[in-house]
């Protein structure tokens, strides 16, 4: 029954998850060292100033009414905070916070068992919640609506359903793919915060603060260049920080500096947008091998020697946000600003763009005012 608030769900969650350098996935080790690093504040959280403030006001209202805050959805991509915001709503509303996973509920009495078991106030925090199967889904629009779950009692023909009081909670669910939430659960939401990639100068912030715990000596230009090769996402911006920490220790004086910087950055093969081995392989290959494409993704796969599920979840969710590649119907095409990237001459008369349907958009991306037209 205490299994699934179990904290190692983050171990079980981060099982498939591929050790790249700027992989915006956890892998097993980090989620150790990432929890030190975690804000425990709305003060201490820094960008997302949209979603911040929202909250904020969500928490502030509820706490003068005396009521528990309306349920909170958090959605965005992997490594931009959502987790860290779900415990800092626990730590500002001085309750406890109990953690699952939709993954980790197997059953739905499980999950009856977990919400009747909240203190009044606490929040149930659900990552992936996506993910959770639906009897469960179905007995949380219950709990979420009416603070009621029904307890199955007795097996087969004779079982009866008694609806029993759960105390006043509030859900936080995370997902990194809101699309694939149900509209019954959405709706059930109060509160839904959109987070987006960070700023380089709120990834400086992050750096900073990141290194002042570390107890590591980092200058305003050794943080641009960390932060410039950071993919907008904390995380991996304190990945990169530690990687570059090592390198300081080892080859320098241990200060960060740009020098320090760039050269433990080489080293890791993580270049000035951030792009790492694998991604610039993809890209090498689909201007010199297949002269921009289009190319199917199974085929530029196998050219760089991967998986085409890599390729596509890895390598191509970043490249089309930078405004490096372009997936059309037809196939992948890499953009001018990959030509350009790879410091190759644009082919003249220009790239294969005239008929792409490029994927939508990213907020705060630079793939917006490409593909804008
Ligand atoms: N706003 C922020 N300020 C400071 N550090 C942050 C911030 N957002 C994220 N971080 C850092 O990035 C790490 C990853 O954040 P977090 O685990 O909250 O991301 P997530 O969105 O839950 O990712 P996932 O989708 O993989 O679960 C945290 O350990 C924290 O150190
Ligand atoms: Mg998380």
């Known amino acids: 029954m205490s299994a699934p608030f179990d904290r190692s769900l983050t171990g079980e969650l981060a099982d498939a998850t591929p050790e790249w350098t700027v992989s915006p996935q956890a892998g097993d080790e980090e989620r150790v060292v990432e929890s030190a690093l975690r804000p425990h504040s ?3 959280f820094i960008g997302q100033p949209k979603v911040a ?12 009414r005396g009521r528990t805050p309306d349920h909170v959805l958090l959605s965005g991509p992997p490594g931009l905070g959502k987790t860290s915001l779900a415990l800092i709503i626990g730590s500002e509303l001085g309750t406890s916070v109990k953690i699952t996973s939709g993954p980790a509920i197997e059953r739905s009495g499980d999950l009856a068992a977990m919400l009747s078991n909240l203190a009044p106030g606490d929040v149930l925090f659900i990552d992936e919640i996506h993910r959770i199967a639906r009897p469960a889904e179905e007995l949380l629009y219950m709990a979420m609506e009416d603070f009621r779950v029904d307890v199955v009692v007795g097996k087969g023909p004779g079982a009866t359903a008694i609806p029993l009081e759960i105390n006043p909670f509030t859900l936080v669910g995370a997902t990194t793919r ?32 990141s290194a002042a715990l570390l107890g590591v000596e980092l200058t305003d230009e050794g943080s641009a260049e960390i932060a410039g090769r950071s993919r907008g996402t904390p995380r991996i911006a304190n990945r990169l920080l530690r990687r570059v920490r090592d390198y ?7 200060r960060v500096t740009r020098q320090v910087a760039e050269a433990a950055l080489a080293l890791y093969d993580v270049d000035h947008l951030g792009l790492d081995r694998l991604d610039r392989a993809v890209l090498e290959a689909l201007v010199g091998k297949f002269g921009g494409g289009p190319v199917g993704v199974a085929t530029l796969a196998v050219a760089v020697g991967e998986e085409p599920h890599t390729v596509e979840e890895v390598c191509e969710p970043f490249l089309v946000r930078a405004g490096l590649l372009a997936r059309t119907p037809r196939g992948r095409v890499a953009t001018e600003a990959a030509w350009e990237h790879l410091g190759r001459p644009v082919p003249r008369g220009g790239v294969p763009l005239g008929r792409v349907t490029a994927d939508p958009p990213v907020p705060g991306s630079s793939s917006e005012t490409l593909f804008d037209a």
Request: negative net charge.
């Open 42 to 44: 709305l003060e201490d």
């Open 53 to 64: 403030r929202q909250l904020a006001l969500v928490l502030e209202g509820a706490k003068r």
């Open 178 to 209: 809101a699309g694939l939430l149900t509209g019954p659960l959405r709706d059930r939401f109060g509160f839904v915060g959109q987070m987006e990639f960070y700023e380089p100068a709120d990834l400086q912030r992050v750096l900073a603060r």
């Open 248 to 254: 300081a220790e080892v080859e320098a004086d241990g």
